[in-house]
């Protein structure tokens, strides 16, 4: 046990310091940058143990994405994004995972990016993903995480990976699995948003 808590120290400063150049805290608030009632706004918030995580929008219309963010803990990203419906997929250490988002205009989407259960600083096991927040204590939370802004370093990383057809090719596969198993359990709705 001590030797798995070891272990999961020493990731997670190792993780810690790979992401750290990654994205600066920004310098506008939030109230900055969610001031537009015909937009909606999803919020990407870490807790404050675990990986990074790289996160990006899938059109599985024309199988080809948009970048979102790269986040590690005790961070959170603003994406504003047009009413409607949103595939947000996450990769990194820890594995892969998707949610849907149907946002409406107005309104503020908050997505937990972490370990589901808080398993990681126990056990290094754990489904690593995206998740609903959806009560209260879970969006009251989402004010103690740190703003951040996309770095050129983030953008690069996301070029890198746009140029790279294995890593297309996938992403259309997950999501064509995880269409067909799991969207129905992970999907956000309209309702579950927060209005302006």
């Not at 994406?79 to 820890?94: K, M, N, Q, S």
Request: aromatic share 14%.
């Amino acid at each position: 046990m001590l030797l798995k808590l070891i272990s999961a120290a020493t990731l997670l400063v190792a993780l810690s310091g790979c992401a750290a150049s990654y994205n600066p805290p920004s310098k506008s608030k939030e109230a900055d940058i969610v001031n537009d009632k015909n937009k909606a706004y999803v919020i990407f918030g870490v807790e404050k143990i675990g990986h990074f995580h790289h996160i990006l929008e899938y059109f599985p219309e024309t199988e080809t994405f948009k970048p979102v963010t790269i986040v590690r803990y005790n961070q959170k990203y603003i994406y504003p994004v047009d009413a409607g419906t949103h595939y947000f997929y996450r990769t990194g250490e820890g594995g892969d995972d998707f949610l849907r988002v149907d946002t409406g205009k107005g309104k503020k989407y908050f997505v937990r990016v972490d370990t589901d259960f808080l398993t990681f600083n126990i056990s290094l096991a754990g489904a690593f993903g995206l998740f609903p927040a959806t009560d209260k204590e879970s969006i009251e939370g989402f004010s103690e995480r740190v703003l951040v802004d996309n770095s050129q370093r983030t953008m690069e990383w996301f070029k890198e990976k746009n140029d790279d057809p294995e890593f297309i090719t996938d992403i259309k596969e997950m999501f064509l699995d995880w269409r067909e198993d799991e969207m129905k359990d992970e999907t956000m709705f309209e309702k579950d948003g927060v209005t302006l």
